[in-house]
């Protein structure tokens, strides 16, 4: 039996990497690889919680990729693979289950928006058997993970949503802006791939937990207002 949602809300579409999946030191360890492997300075954990952003190719110029002599092309399919490897080891972020059965319970609707590749996001969200809370899976068909825009505004056509009933939860600014360009909701997470000063930036409601969202949920005026 469901309980009739309190709050404005029919629909939750999640972000994943950092999101739902508690990946950070993973994607860092990764990139560490990367950076490593090319001859690149390394940098401080810290920094890349500071630094990380949208798009990817912007952000690893910054790090001093030169992609008019290396290939980016090679760099998305080494750290793709590499990651594919530790994903499995990572787990989901405390709460999640328990947070998406009771939205589930809610009679709110969910779905999945990454900008990771749809073929490792399917087989990742099988592994940790998750795929029944969500209506539908979507991420991208490269490794480029260049945004989410596109996808999102299908997934919203899809599904028929109504952006005033529909809340994007994520853990970056990017996800501010995908959500922004949907006319939809935002909240934001923290602990995730950007550090909280960085999302405060956005100025919408951050929360420290994934428990968090189910007393959003039921009262998003209230932390609106101290957002």
């Not at 934001?188 to 919408?204: D, M, R, T």
Request: aromatic share 12%; hydrophobic share 40%; charged share 20%.
């Amino acid at each position: 039996m469901t309980t009739e949602s309190t709050g404005p809300y029919r629909h939750i579409i999640w972000d994943w990497n950092g999101t739902l999946i508690d990946d950070t030191q993973a994607c860092y360890e990764v990139l560490s690889t990367i950076l490593r492997e090319a001859n690149k300075a390394p940098i401080p954990y810290e920094t890349y919680l500071q630094e990380f952003d949208f798009p990817i190719i912007a952000y690893y110029e910054r790090l001093g990729f030169d992609f008019s002599v290396e290939s980016y092309d090679d760099i998305a399919a080494d750290y793709i693979a590499l990651y594919a490897d530790r994903q499995f080891r990572c787990s989901l972020r405390e709460s999640a289950v328990h947070v998406l059965a009771s939205i589930q319970k809610l009679g709110i609707g969910q779905s999945v928006l990454s900008a990771y590749n749809q073929t490792y996001l399917d087989q990742i969200i099988t592994f940790f058997d998750i795929r029944h809370y969500f209506a539908k899976v979507v991420g991208r068909g490269d490794h480029y993970a260049s945004g989410k825009v596109t996808e999102g505004r299908t997934l919203v056509q899809e599904l028929r949503l109504a952006p005033n009933e529909t809340l994007l939860v994520g853990d970056t600014t990017h996800d501010c802006e995908v959500a922004r360009a949907l006319d939809i909701d935002c909240l934001l997470i923290s602990g995730g791939h950007q550090c909280p000063e960085k999302l405060q930036a956005c100025g919408v409601p951050i929360m420290t937990s994934l428990r968090s969202v189910l007393d959003y949920l039921r009262a998003p005026a209230e932390f609106r207002e101290t957002a």
